[in-house]
Every structure is written in C-alpha cells, then in structure tokens.
C-alpha cells in the first residue's frame, strides 16, 4: 500500500503541470494556452501546405517535433538541450497551398530559454507574429485555490482579429483549412493534371538513373562495400553528386577506404555509424568532412562492438524483454544509443532492486519488444506492438504504461506479422497490374495503411493504369511531383 501511495504521489508530482506551490507567485502557460499562443506559427508552417514542396515539407515536420519535445520539456521542469531549428513560412493571410517556392520564407528558430514564456514569444517575434496573447495572459499566479473557479471562456476563444485579421481562425477553422487543401484533390484529378509533366522529368532523369546504377556497381566493387544507398529527401541528381565525390576520394585517398569493405554505406542527413553498423555521411558535407570521419571509423566501431552487451544488460533487468530497433524510421547513431541503453539500465536496475516488477507480470518478457528513444521521446506503444520508451523515463512510469499495453500489444504484434505479409502480395499486385516501375513507401508509412492504398489501387487498376504504367510512385501523405519525375500520392487517396 505504501508504494502504491509513493506512486500516485510520484505521478502526480511528474504530471500535474497546473499544481504550483503556495508561495509561488510565478504563474505558468498552460499546455491550451501555448496552442492558441503558437496558432498562428502553426498554421504558417503546417506540413500539410507544403505538399509541392518535399524538402520544406519535410524540414518543417523534423523542426516541429524537436520543437514539440522541447516545449513538452520545460512543461516538465526539465532542461532541454538548445537547438537551432529552420522553418519555412508560407505568405501571410494565404490559406492554400503556395505554388511557386520563391514565396517561402525561411526562418532561423534559437532554442535556448528555460522559461515557456520567453520561449513562445520568441518564435512568435522571430516570425514577425503576434505576441499580444502571450502578453494578455497575467504572469502573476492567484491563490492555488483559485485554478479550481475558472470562468468558461477558455483560450481557445482568444480572438486575433483585433491586431492581426488574418490570423482571427479557431482550432477547428485549422483543422477545416488543412483539410479542404488535403481533399482538394482526387487521384485521377490529379493525375490527369500531373502526370505528363512527371513522365517528362522521369524521362529526363533516366540518363542520371543509369549513370547512378553504374556508380554504384563500380564503387561498391571498387571498395568491397556491401551496397551503397540513398536515405535523404533531395532529388537523385544529389546521390549522383555524392558518388562521384566519393569515387575522387577514393582515389586520392584509397588507403583510409578500407574501413568500408564489408560494409554497407548510406548516403542520409547525419554521419556516423547506424545502430546496425551502417556507415552514414551526411550528403550535405564536404568530401574532406567524410574523410576524417572515415579516418576515425575505427572509435564508431568500438562502440558498436559494445551494443549487444548493453543490449543484453537492459534485458536481463526487464524480465528479458527483446530490445529492438523501431522500424520506419531514420537510422540512430550508436554512440547516442549507447548513452540511451546505458541511462534506462540504470533506472530500472534501481527499481529492480527495490521492490520488484508487478506479481501480475509473466515470469518473462520475452515476447514483448522495447525500443529505447531520445530523453525527449514520449512513451507509446507503435502500430507494430513495440513499447517505445525514453530513456528519461521513471522507472514507476515506465512500469504502469507496459502493465497497461501488455494486452495491445500482443494484439498489434500478431497483427503486425499478419498484414506485413499481405503487403509484400498486395505491393506485388499493383506493380504487376498497374505497370509500375517502382511503388516505394515513406517511413511514415505503416503496413496498416499501405495495405489499404495497395488495395484500392488493385482494385481500381483498370481506371489508374493509362495513367500510371510506366511511372515510380511512393505512397506517402501528400500529392506532389518530385523533380525526378515521382510521384507521390497520400495513401488513403480518393478516386
């Protein structure tokens, strides 16, 4: 009963942001009033509208989740690490989408606040937004006593009209906004309007195709590599400029290229060593950058050969519990994963050793997987049945939310290892009935909904095949037309 009460109090302690100490007078924003305070930032970078803009798109999701973890931080009283994050804007008062990526505007975000305040009227001033509801809100905390008579009138009734007109749209106006862009258009509307100028660009880029496939061959003879891919959102003619930078490297500097024999390359948006012992160099950089990381591979390895003991080690104190990696999703360098592995072992090494796990726990774990995030991870339990925790994570915490899944996650496991299988018959359909070069998929994309894109394009073959035969398509959550000449259609499109 004791711990139970330890607990309740603990959780309540983590989790009950609204709570402030009697002699407090510093009042924080809650987590609505840092929606409506951000709504206009949010509606001025929403991936959503960037759907003729792959990379912009894609910067704006990977700054909006660092962002998101950040803020989620300081609302928990921890200290999150600064970061500098890079947004584009879409011109002011303009609802659809922008066709000419000249009227982007890109912004440069500094996060390095320990104060939500600071930290929201900050972003808002960097992108020429207003702050008057950060402002309106009193920074002076009433009685605690007080939080329990608050009048009805919410933030979410804020209105913006009075200094910024265009920016004067509830929550639900949003969500209206973004979805009248996102079902603007149907697939064959849609391809009846795209699909010449993508066959244009796939016939242009063939010759750069060809050229990349013969680079590839030669280098990864040439090195002994196992392969040599792509893992990054620019265009092709981008991996043929990296080949080709590395096919100068590797003959001015042949002897630091043995390191990669064996071994399997990939070109992405980081360098370093995969948590799978891929080689990874950052497109972005220069090829004397890649060299002295290759120079130094060597210490990347050490800590790969370390791994499976801190693997092993985190499993024997959870009830041997599989520790794996979290599929459709970007590579995670060792040496972070590494620090992860060793801080949860820590954590529940300590609560192993006083008191133990649940009596309604199984004797083992073992048909369970747990996957170990970043400190600024949530805790979820992913559409494959894996337990994806962060290695931030109370060991109290931690225990609840597996005693709570343990059920749903056997369910998503076993349906996971169903449907992967009826996506392989299905993707195999389409590119035989359709005609289709290539049906590649986003890693956004679970098996779940590729199979029912997979199967609404079998089943309408016969209407999409003029317009598709000969073309690469990935399935994604967007329409758009990438300069190569794919395609990239949302998978639960409408015909």
Same mark, same amino acid.
């Given at each position: 009963m004791a711990s139970e009460i330890l607990m309740i109090q603990g959780r309540k302690r983590l989790l009950d942001r609204s709570s402030l100490s009697p002699m407090m007078h510093y009042?924080?924003?809650?987590? @609505?009033?840092?929606?409506?305070?951000?709504?206009?930032?949010?509606?001025?970078?929403? #991936?959503?509208?960037?759907?003729?803009?792959?990379?912009?798109?894609?910067?704006?999701?990977?700054s909006l989740q660092i962002l998101s973890s950040y803020i989620e931080n300081l609302q928990q009283k921890r200290s999150p690490r600064p970061a500098n994050l890079r947004f584009y804007l879409?011109?002011? @008062?303009?609802d659809m989408p922008v066709n000419k990526k000249d009227n982007l505007k890109p912004v440069n975000i500094t996060l390095a606040q320990a104060d939500l305040r600071k930290t929201v009227k900050s972003i808002l001033t960097t992108c020429n937004l207003p702050t008057t509801y950060v402002d309106s809100r009193p920074q002076e905390a009433a009685l605690p006593a007080s939080r329990f008579n608050r009048t009805a009138k919410g933030p979410r009734e804020y209105n913006y009209s009075t200094t910024h007109g265009q920016y004067n749209y509830t929550e639900e106006e949003i969500s209206h906004k973004v979805s009248k862009v996102k079902g603007s258009a149907t697939l064959l509307n849609w391809l009846s309007r795209n699909v010449d100028s993508a066959k244009m660009k796939l016939n242009a880029c063939e010759p750069v195709r060809e050229e990349i496939s013969r680079l590839q061959v030669e280098l990864s003879r040439k090195l002994g590599a196992l392969d040599i891919g792509w893992d990054c959102g620019w265009n092709i003619t981008s991996f043929r400029g990296c080949l080709q930078a590395l096919q100068a490297l590797s003959e001015q500097h042949s002897e630091h290229m043995e390191v990669l024999r064996g071994r399997k390359l990939i070109f992405g948006s980081d360098t370093g060593v995969s948590m799978e012992g891929y080689v990874l160099l950052n497109s972005g950089e220069v090829r004397h950058n890649w060299l002295d990381?290759? =120079?130094?591979?060597?210490?990347?390895?050490?800590? +790969?050969? =370390? &791994?499976?003991?801190?693997? =092993?080690?985190?499993?024997?104190?959870?009830?041997?519990?599989? /520790?794996?990696?979290?599929? %459709?999703? #970007?590579?995670?360098?060792?040496?972070?994963?590494?620090?992860? &592995?060793?801080? &949860?072992?820590?954590?529940l090494g300590d609560c192993q050793g006083k008191g133990g796990y649940p009596k309604t726990w199984p004797d083992s774990l073992d048909n369970f997987e747990l996957v170990v995030e970043t400190e600024?991870?949530?805790?979820?339990?992913?559409?494959? @049945?894996?337990?994806?925790?962060?290695?931030?994570?109370?060991? %109290? +915490?931690?225990?609840?939310?597996?005693?709570?899944?343990? @059920?749903?996650?056997?369910e &998503?496991?076993?349906?996971?290892?169903?449907?992967?299988? /009826?996506?392989?018959?299905?993707?195999?359909?389409?590119?035989?009935?359709?005609d289709i070069i290539t049906l590649d998929k986003d890693d956004c994309i679970t098996p779940q909904k590729m199979i029912v894109c997979c199967t609404a394009l079998y089943s309408k073959s016969g209407e999409l095949k003029e317009f598709l035969k000969g073309t690469r398509v990935t399935v994604t959550n967007y329409y758009s037309v990438l300069s190569d000449g794919q395609l990239c259609i949302p998978w639960n499109w409408k015909l």
């Open positions: 009042r924080f924003l809650t987590s @609505g009033e840092i929606a409506t305070a951000l709504r206009p930032f949010y509606f001025s970078v929403h #991936p959503d509208l960037f759907g003729k803009f792959p990379a912009e798109r894609a910067t704006n999701e990977n879409r011109p002011v @008062g303009q990381f290759l =120079k130094n591979l060597s210490n990347q390895d050490e800590a +790969l050969k =370390k &791994l499976p003991y801190f693997e =092993k080690a985190l499993s024997r104190v959870l009830k041997d519990i599989r /520790i794996a990696r979290r599929k %459709f999703q #970007p590579h995670t360098m060792v040496t972070n994963y590494e620090s992860n &592995l060793r801080r &949860l072992t820590t954590t600024a991870g949530p805790m979820m339990l992913s559409p494959t @049945g894996q337990f994806i925790l962060p290695c931030s994570c109370p060991s %109290f +915490l931690l225990v609840s939310f597996i005693s709570e899944n343990m @059920g749903r996650a056997l &998503l496991i076993d349906k996971y290892m169903k449907e992967k299988y /009826i996506e392989r018959e299905l993707h195999q359909k389409c590119l035989d009935s359709l």
